[in-house]
């Protein structure tokens, strides 16, 4: 089971929306996908259908067989556990992510963490071939924060993939368009390509739903399948 960690680098960037619509994409392929949503927030389910009237999740249980009937399925085919409206400590995500290795899935499974911004990616349990995409946007802000991270990397012992990929790109903005050059040519882990800003993610998202299904010729439908389709061959690496 290959598993993926999304965070934002700051709150607000889309690695929700992100989360949703590449579970769907890649569920596709008639592979498995899981969706766990670790933010308290719990709003990941809102993409899959579900109301918000539907507020539990695993943080309301206190042990993973309880959290297991929190499991739904999209109708994509995804699975996805929502958060839940108790507040979960930092102990009680990485326990959750420990658990969800218990789920029986196949090698070529995918499941995918929907992390929340604010807890920093080095305290989770990750392992080698892991893979962990922060999201950034191209602005000033985001410029600091990828130096910052990069210096926390290496002074961490990271042996999982890590990544930095842009969402909500501009590409009427001259500024957004610097930035992402510079960040190519001179950074690390940055992924060769962006997610555009496209208003579809917004509407779907008012459907309770993905662009796959409500705009799948839509620009970001295929950034999504861009993206799915690079972690296939970084999943491969
Ligand atoms: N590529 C995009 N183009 C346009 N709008 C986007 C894009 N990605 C996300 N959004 C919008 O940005 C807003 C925030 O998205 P989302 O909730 O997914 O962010 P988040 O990083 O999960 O936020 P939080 O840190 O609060 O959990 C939403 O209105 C969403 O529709
Ligand atoms: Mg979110």
């Not at 969402?167 to 992924?191: C, G, H, I, K």
Request: charged residues 20%; contains cysteine.
């Amino acid at each position: 089971m290959q598993r993926i960690f999304i965070k934002g680098i700051k709150g607000g960037i889309g690695s929700t929306s992100v989360v949703a619509n590449l579970a769907c994409v890649l569920k596709k392929s008639d592979v498995d996908v899981v969706a766990i949503d670790l933010d308290a927030k719990s709003d990941l389910g809102l993409h899959f259908g579900l109301k918000w009237t539907a507020t539990k999740g695993w943080s309301n249980e206190s042990t993973f067989d309880d959290a297991l009937l929190h499991f739904r399925k999209d109708s994509d085919g995804v699975l996805f556990l929502p958060h839940g409206d108790n507040e979960a400590t930092l102990d009680e995500i990485i326990a959750t992510i420990n658990n969800c290795k218990k789920l029986d899935y196949k090698g070529s499974a995918w499941i995918i963490f929907d992390c929340p911004s604010h807890i920093n990616i080095s305290h989770y349990p990750l392992e080698e071939n892991d893979i962990v995409i922060e999201l950034v946007t191209c602005d000033a802000i985001c410029h600091s924060l990828i130096y910052k991270r990069l210096q926390t990397l290496k002074s961490v012992e990271s042996s999982w993939k890590h990544f930095f990929v842009v969402n909500r790109y501009n590409a009427a903005s001259v500024l957004e368009f610097d930035l992402f050059s510079l960040w190519q040519s001179t950074l690390p882990f940055m992924a060769p390509f962006f997610i555009n800003s496209d208003e579809v993610i917004k509407e779907a998202t008012a459907n309770r739903n993905v662009a796959l299904n409500c705009a799948p010729y839509s620009v970001a439908n295929d950034d999504f399948e861009t993206l799915a389709g690079w972690l296939v061959s970084k999943a491969a690496n």
